[in-house]
């Protein structure tokens, strides 16, 4: 328990520094975003080339590469969490608000306050404690149970970072809310699915 009070208040005190910054947060949060998010494209890259390999190997050399199954299982982490913040700076995660968009504009604006902060704090927690086991798994040189017997920790390690940086991203966008004219303007993709404040 006194864990979980330690991620709230860190979460308040780093959304308390942030709305001091504001600008230089929001545009710094970006930069990682598209940086992270360019890494998953070629990790995307990188795995489909592998597999394309894998296979050629294997059907025409007779030859296939060890460990490409557990090597591409490990990638696969890497490759969603790297792009989860990108995704809800953009709001294009999944999500069911027909009751939420019918709801009056200034009833909405307190849901979608309220739904970040859980949501930030959820996700602040779970990465407070998926570091934990990615510590863990560190420590124990951890490792997959077939040869080349790769490490699990550098998997393990980017969730943590998915889930803090999609807190900080949703304590932004509670920070965005709440001072609009301190913070540069959401971004949110032109689609026909959503609905504009």
């Known amino acids: ?15 308390g520094a942030m709305a001091l910054v504001t600008i230089k947060a929001e545009l710094t949060m970006r930069f990682a975003e598209n940086f992270l998010t360019y890494g998953s494209v070629i ?11 894998e296979v050629i190997g ?6 296939p590469l060890p460990g490409h199954l557990e090597g591409a299982e ?21 999500g069911m608000t027909f009751v939420v968009d019918a709801l009056p504009k200034k009833v909405r604006r307190v849901t979608d306050i309220v739904s970040l902060i859980v949501s930030a704090l959820t996700c602040a927690a779970l990465a407070y404690f998926s570091s934990k086991n990615a ?13 080349p017997y790769w490490p699990v920790w550098p998997s393990a390690a980017v969730i943590p970072l998915g889930y803090g940086m999609i807190a900080i991203r949703m304590a932004l966008q509670v920070l965005q809310k709440l001072m609009p004219d301190r913070f540069p ?3 949110v993709e032109k689609s026909d699915l959503h609905v504009t404040e």
């Open 1 to 15: 328990m006194s864990e979980l009070l330690l991620v709230i208040v860190i979460v308040l005190v780093v959304t």
């Open 43 to 53: 990790l995307i890259l990188c795995v489909m080339f592998w597999v394309v390999a």
């Open 58 to 63: 294997r059907y025409v050399f007779n030859s």
């Open 74 to 94: 490990l990638l696969l982490p890497m490759i969603v969490f790297f792009g989860v913040s990108y995704v809800q700076a953009r709001d294009g995660h999944v």
């Open 135 to 147: 510590w863990l798994a560190f420590d124990y040189e951890d490792v997959t149970m077939s040869p």
């Open 185 to 187: 303007a959401a971004i």
